[in-house]
T-cell receptor, first 112, second 112 residues
Framework: DADVTQTPRNRITKTGKRIMLECSQT?????MYWYRQDPGLGLRLIYYSFDVKDINKGEISDGYSVSRQAQAKFSLSLESAIPNQTALYFCATSDLWNTEAFFGQGTRLTVV | SQQGEEDPQALSIQEGENATMNCSYKTSINNLQWYRQNSGRGLVHLILIRSNEREKHSGRLRVTLDTSKKSSSLLITASRAADTASYFC????????????FGQGTRLTINP
């Protein structure tokens, strides 16, 4: 099994729909992250969580929300999807000292 | 910004040549990591160098760290077509939120 699993891998949704991207990890780490990547660009941080009771906004949190259901699960929601949220989304987890991050395979989201 | 900034943004070399990428950051770090991203895939951890280390090797990878200049470099020797990818650095800061943030990366193309 992969260390970090994202579902779905691909999704096409309509403008205005609510959509949830799910992430689970088997590393036992407390820290989890959601990133967005647009074509040819780097990763931008949407939200991050350092433990189950800790949720923090990243640099581009508007239009997104998250839920940390358990140490192993961190989901990202788009409350009302819009076309400019079309992107590749990554979930990651790391240890307390950020010595190594493990990434999921990504979710390719298209909003039409 | 807490992120590292990679330079150059893009690099194209012939197979067999060496590739050097640089990373600069702004504040004191505990460690600095380098990651590789193949097109559309999740980032994969390559190597970590701690703040008290100046150089580290892993196979064909050589990483240096100059904390006085707040910079690091990643050298890939004897490049192969399979090294074609984007490369990101991630400095783990001593202070602050210590969230894992990435820059835009260096897009490396190895030409046969």
């Amino acid at each position: 099994d992969a260390d970090v699993t994202q579902t779905p891998r691909n999704r096409i949704t309509k403008t205005g729909k609510r959509i949830m991207l799910e992430c689970s990890q088997t590393k036992g780490h407390d820290r989890m992250y959601w990133y967005r990547q647009d074509p040819g660009l780097g990763l931008r941080l949407i939200y991050y969580s350092f433990d189950v009771k800790d949720i923090n906004k990243g640099e581009i949190s508007d239009g997104y929300s998250v839920s940390r259901q358990a140490q192993a699960k961190f989901s990202l929601s788009l409350e009302s999807a819009i076309p400019n949220q079309t992107a590749l989304y990554f979930c990651a987890t790391s240890d307390l000292w950020n010595t190594e991050a493990f990434f999921g395979q990504g979710t390719r989201l298209t909003v039409v | 910004s807490q992120q590292g900034e990679e330079d150059p943004q893009a690099l194209s070399i012939q197979e067999g040549e060496n590739a050097t990428m640089n990373c600069s950051y702004k504040t004191s770090i505990n460690n600095l990591q380098w990651y590789r991203q193949n097109s559309g895939r999740g980032l994969v951890h390559l190597i970590l160098i701690r703040s008290n280390e100046r150089e580290k090797h892993s196979g064909r990878l050589r990483v240096t760290l100059d904390t006085s200049k707040k910079s690091s470099s990643l050298l890939i020797t004897a490049s192969r077509a399979a090294d074609t990818a984007s490369y990101f650095c991630a400095p783990a800061l001593i202070q602050g939120a210590q969230k894992l943030v990435f820059g835009q990366g260096t897009r490396l193309t190895i030409n046969p």
